[in-house]
Antibody
Framework: QVHLVESGGGVVQPGRSLRVSCTTSGFTFSRYGMHWVRQAPGKGLEWVATIWYDGTNEDYADAVKGRFTISRDNFENTLYLQMNSLRVEDTAVYYC???????????????WGQGTLVTVSS | EIVLTQSPASLSLSPGEKATLSCGASQSVSSGHLAWYQQKPGLAPRLLIYDTTNRATGTPDRFSGSGSGTDFTLTISRVEPEDFAMYYCQQYDFLPPFTFGQGTRLDIK
């Protein structure tokens, strides 16, 4: 069965950097687009970033463009989110999600990890 | 960017009743690429419906999706105790950004 497990969250000061990871199993990782979706405490869901199955294309929400970078290692079946210049408003649970479609991502999320909490605070 | 507005913000029903949750889009989701998710406290969301009407693997058939253009609906024919949760709609109409509605909370009456 499909498993997505995030790690790397924690408390970080504003302006600093953090990288979160998502290790995957149970499916052919290199065939699927992947996404990060976040949820601030007590708030709704917000799409953050998408990467194509082969890593050739990336897209970002305006709120994180230029500060966050999504990447993947198709040999290690792992997804990453490098977060730089963190702001208080980036505080959220960050979910790793798999795209419903294989190859070119459709933009909907059929499997989710349990999430990792990133808290940006001085 | 397509803005999704869900109504009502909260809905109180008794088990066995029918639930109707609405999702309105600021512009047409012409592709029909509209999904619904269920989220219970402390857990990750779960995909229920995709492409407006298709049930995801494991979604009970009491859940159904309908709609087109700017108006979409999630219907639960007879609410079960395990259905009390938060529900989000999401559009994926061709290009990012992919956006979510603000959610509808389904509570036990």
């Amino acid at each position: 069965q499909v498993h997505l497990v995030e790690s790397g969250g924690g408390v970080v000061q504003p302006g600093r950097s953090l990288r979160v990871s998502c290790t995957t199993s149970g499916f052919t990782f290199s065939r699927y687009g992947m996404h990060w979706v976040r949820q601030a405490p007590g708030k709704g869901l917000e799409w953050v970033a998408t990467i194509w199955y082969d890593g050739t294309n990336e897209d970002y929400a305006d709120a994180v463009k230029g500060r966050f970078t999504i990447s993947r290692d198709n040999f290690e079946n792992t997804l990453y989110l490098q977060m730089n210049s963190l702001r208080v408003e980036d505080t959220a649970v960050y979910y790793c999600t798999r795209d419903l479609a294989d190859y070119a991502p459709a933009g909907t999320f059929d499997y989710w990890g349990q999430g990792t909490l990133v808290t940006v605070s001085s | 960017e397509i803005v999704l507005t869900q109504s009502p913000a909260s809905l109180s029903l008794s088990p066995g009743e029918k639930a109707t949750l609405s999702c309105g889009a600021s512009q047409s989701v012409s592709s029909g690429h509209l999904a619904w998710y269920q989220q219970k406290p402390g857990l990750a969301p779960r995909l229920l419906i995709y492409d407006t009407t298709n049930r995801a693997t494991g979604t009970p058939d009491r859940f159904s999706g309908s709609g087109s253009g700017t108006d979409f609906t999630l219907t639960i024919s007879r609410v079960e105790p395990e259905d009390f949760a938060m529900y989000y709609c999401q559009q994926y109409d061709f290009l990012p950004p992919f956006t979510f509605g603000q959610g509808t909370r389904l509570d036990i009456k």
